[in-house]
């Protein structure tokens, strides 16, 4: 390195002058005698501290190279579940490690379920059956279980739950506690003449009681049906249709910012089936139920005995249509979750894992599924975690690996809110539910005095991530290293050839994948017109950079990742359009030139007497999407147009937009 800094750069950084003069002849002799690397590695454990301005820890790793920001160290990668795994294997390097795993794809999964503890019923007679291809793969032929049962394997005295409403001191549920709430609720579903294979929503923040729903659902043999909390009445009652739910669990109302907002009235507008109430402010309907009339004294109860294709959970993920697509989770989904817990995040025993989110989006099982089956502990925090209560809730609960999307890390980053807290205790990051921005993820590594970041980017029709990290490789700020272990992907261009930059197809298959959609083709939406038959497509666009490593480039499709949610442009558009006074609307998701989380601007053709007033029309297309959709969709940007491009069939050119609205960005810098 041959860069010198000055006094006044650093000054100018928020460090105090004596400070800065101090440190400044040692920075200057690592600049110039250090490789890029090595030189970083010596500033992050001789110099940059948590609670130093961001602007410093940024002006020294650009001085540096902006190598990978973070390097293992061979204690640290022995000490992980990879390396035993490759010492069990006798393999020597991770990429000889994942070339073993995805050719051969039965013996590593064998491997995973034995890793795991998996609890099996009837032992499988094969581990995979590909007679049908690999659209329909076979897994554990002929074996019974319940995942349950798999949750609930630690020390009955050790935490399963670590949870803190806001304002409130950390309190405890222990895996006999969580045991026995489980099987209370199962109980409760029988008594109330529930049978296995009906479908049992949750519409419910994420709680320790909501959590022992999820799991009593399941080892009652019912099936969880996932709904998100936020969603408008609209659109609970969508999924409930398509799921066929015979009841749901609620509660009165959730706290988001320190509002009161109600939940239980969303449900009843959404014409539920009976529900079961948490929470005493609201009257019920005369079917329903209070969570105490429900809840079962009996603290047994036998795991109902299920085959492995057998549906425990539906999910859904918006499609191209407008209408969401439900995808049915079944009982061995949950191992490819805690899989890549185990590997890529690597949760251990008595690890402390915390990632805010919810039981409607996949990280919310995923989340039950990494933790618990790992024996490790979940932590949820009950208030808001764009806040500073958040952080020291992390703080005091001593979380090891701490999850995020990329648009929280922006939050915290712009209103300084996690400053000067002490998460030493953290091992790992990971990020999901959007496409990173590198200067948030080094401020995010900084916080904890720069620990990897774990990238994770994968669906709900995965059950986890077929792109990811680990703890053996160095960790650069949002770029991923590896196909997840298990399966492999390949990047083909616009012609079906192989490229660096291009669609990402999934090699299947792999455990965690899904074979069936209950509402849309299987085949149509995932294999039909692939460039390969082994090929399934996932959507999103990767690019493989120089060093190996990958970067995520949004979607190929028409389907926007907004705030770690996926939504398609036709969900948005029928709400917009139905606004008085638009003619007709297009949504778009575009990439900030600076990177980071997709963000939603509309293109409008409108009244004349909205010509000129677009921040009115801003307002009410905001308040409509709230209302109708989802408050978490924030319109960035409107673009008031005569016409829409069109192609010969007349189908709106979202595409034209995109790369219209990401050059006027790039001309005039508007955001």
Same mark, same amino acid.
């Given at each position: 390195?041959?860069k010198q800094?000055s ?7 928020g ?8 440190m ?6 690592w600049?110039?005698?250090?490789p890029a690397a090595?030189?970083?590695q010596?500033f992050t ?8 301005p961001?602007?410093f ?16 160290t061979?204690?640290?990668i022995?000490?992980t ?6 010492k069990?294997?006798?393999v020597d390097?991770y990429?000889?490690l994942h070339?073993?795993s995805?050719q ?11 890793r795991l503890?998996i609890r099996?019923?009837?032992p499988?007679s ?16 002929d074996?019974?279980l319940n ?6 394997l630690?020390?009955?005295n ?7 409403e806001?304002g ?6 222990? !895996?006999?506690?969580l045991?026995?709430?489980?099987n209370?609720?199962a109980n409760?579903?029988v008594t109330?003449?529930?049978?296995p294979g009906?479908?049992?929503?949750i519409?419910m923040?994420?709680t320790?009681?909501s959590v022992a729903i !999820?799991l009593?659902i ?5 099936v ?5 909390d936020?969603?408008a009445?609209a ?8 799921s ?5 669990f609620?509660?009165?109302y ?6 009161q907002?109600?939940l239980?009235s969303?449900?009843?507008?959404a014409?539920a089936?009976?529900?079961?109430v948490?929470?005493?402010?609201v009257?019920?309907?005369s ?6 009339e429900f809840l079962s004294?009996e603290?047994?109860f ?9 549906y425990k959970?539906?999910l ?6 407008g209408?969401?697509?439900?995808i049915p989770?079944t009982q061995?989904?949950?191992?490819k979750?805690?899989a890549d817990g185990?590997?890529?995040q690597d949760i251990h025993?008595?690890?402390?894992v ?8 996949m ?12 024996r490790?502990t979940i932590?949820?925090?009950y208030?808001?975690p764009?806040e500073r209560?958040f ?7 001593r979380?090891t690996?701490?999850?995020v999307?990329?648009?929280?890390v922006s939050v ?7 400053q000067g ?5 953290i ?8 496409c990173s ?10 916080l904890?005095?720069y620990?990897p970041?774990v990238?994770y ?8 991530a !077929? ?8 960790s650069a700020?949002?770029?991923?290293t590896?196909?997840?272990l298990g399966?492999d992907?390949a990047?083909?261009?616009e012609?079906?050839h192989p490229?660096d930059k ?8 792999s455990?965690?994948?899904s074979t ?5 083709d299987?085949h149509?939406?995932?294999?039909a017109?692939t460039?390969q038959s082994?090929l399934r497509?996932h959507?999103?666009?990767i690019e493989?950079?120089?060093?190996g490593y990958y970067r995520?480039?949004?979607r190929?499709?028409d389907?926007?990742n907004?705030?770690?949610i996926?939504v ?5 558009e029928q ?6 006074g ?7 998701a575009?990439s ?10 509309i293109?409008?053709v409108v ?6 007033n677009?921040?009115l029309?801003?307002n009410?297309?905001q ?10 969709f924030?319109?960035?940007?409107i673009?008031i ?5 069109r192609?010969?069939?007349n189908?709106?050119m ?6 219209h ?5 790039a001309?005039y810098?508007l955001v």
């Amino acid at each position: 390195m041959t860069k010198q800094l000055s006094l006044e750069q650093i000054i100018a950084c928020g460090i105090a002058r004596e400070t800065a003069a101090a440190m400044l002849p040692q920075i200057n002799r690592w600049l110039s005698s250090l490789p890029a690397a090595e030189c970083w590695q010596q500033f992050t454990r001789h110099i940059l501290k948590s609670d130093q301005p961001f602007d410093f820890h940024e002006l020294l790793y650009k001085s540096a190279g902006q190598p990978p920001a973070w390097f293992p160290t061979e204690e640290q990668i022995q000490s992980t579940n990879i390396a035993a795994l490759m010492k069990q294997l006798n393999v020597d390097s991770y990429a000889e490690l994942h070339a073993w795993s995805t050719q051969h794809r039965g013996e590593f999964w064998e491997m995973m379920i034995q890793r795991l503890g998996i609890r099996l019923h009837k032992p499988y007679s094969r581990i995979v059956d590909l007679s049908g291809g690999v659209e329909s793969p076979q897994w554990l032929v002929d074996a019974r279980l319940n995942i349950v049962e798999s949750c609930l394997l630690a020390d009955e005295n050790a935490p399963a739950i670590i949870f803190q409403e806001e304002g409130g001191s950390l309190s405890t549920l222990t !895996y006999k506690e969580l045991h026995s709430l489980t099987n209370r609720v199962a109980n409760g579903l029988v008594t109330a003449g529930f049978v296995p294979g009906d479908a049992i929503a949750i519409a419910m923040p994420m709680t320790a009681e909501s959590v022992a729903i !999820y799991l009593g659902i399941i080892k009652a043999g019912c099936v969880v049906v996932s709904i998100a909390d936020s969603f408008a009445a609209a659109e609970i009652a969508i999924r409930l249709h398509i799921s066929e739910a015979k009841a749901i669990f609620t509660q009165d109302y959730i706290w988001r910012c320190s509002k009161q907002l109600p939940l239980y009235s969303k449900v009843v507008d959404a014409n539920a089936p009976r529900a079961i109430v948490l929470g005493t402010s609201v009257e019920l309907r005369s079917n329903d139920l209070t969570w105490k009339e429900f809840l079962s004294n009996e603290e047994e109860f036998e795991a109902f005995s299920a085959n492995p294709a057998a549906y425990k959970n539906i999910l859904f993920s918006s499609g191209t249509t407008g209408v969401p697509k439900a995808i049915p989770w079944t009982q061995t989904t949950p191992i490819k979750c805690a899989a890549d817990g185990h590997l890529h995040q690597d949760i251990h025993a008595g690890d402390v894992v915390a990632w805010p989110t919810n039981l409607g989006w996949m990280m919310g099982p995923w989340l039950i599924y990494a933790s618990l089956i790992n024996r490790a502990t979940i932590a949820l925090y009950y208030g808001t975690p764009t806040e500073r209560g958040f952080g020291e809730f992390i703080q005091n609960a001593r979380v090891t690996m701490l999850g995020v999307v990329p648009s929280l890390v922006s939050v915290w980053k712009t209103t300084a809110c996690m400053q000067g807290l002490d998460w030493s205790s953290i091992k790992a990051f990971s990020s999901t539910g959007e496409c990173s921005n590198p200067q948030d993820m080094l401020f995010l590594m900084s916080l904890a005095g720069y620990k990897p970041i774990v990238e994770y980017c994968g669906g709900t029709e995965i059950g986890g991530a !077929y792109i990811t990290s680990t703890l053996v490789q160095p960790s650069a700020p949002a770029t991923f290293t590896t196909p997840a272990l298990g399966l492999d992907l390949a990047i083909v261009d616009e012609e079906g050839h192989p490229a660096d930059k291009g669609e990402a197809f999934i090699v299947a298959p792999s455990i965690g994948l899904s074979t069936e959609l209950l509402n849309k083709d299987h085949h149509q939406v995932y294999f039909a017109n692939t460039p390969q038959s082994s090929l399934r497509r996932h959507g999103d666009r990767i690019e493989r950079l120089a060093n190996g490593y990958y970067r995520a480039q949004g979607r190929v499709d028409d389907t926007m990742n907004l705030g770690g949610i996926k939504v398609s442009s036709v969900e948005i558009e029928q709400i917009v359009n139905s606004v008085e006074g638009i003619c007709e609307a297009v949504a778009i998701a575009f990439s900030p030139p600076e990177g980071g989380p997709s963000q939603l601007a509309i293109y409008a053709v409108v009244e004349n007497h909205l010509q000129q007033n677009k921040e009115l029309l801003k307002n009410s297309l905001q308040t409509a999407i709230r209302q109708q959709l989802n408050p978490l969709f924030k319109i960035q940007d409107i673009v008031i147009v005569d016409t829409l491009p069109r192609t010969a069939s007349n189908k709106v050119m979202r595409r034209v937009l995109r790369e219209h609205y990401q050059a006027v960005l790039a001309s005039y810098k508007l955001v």
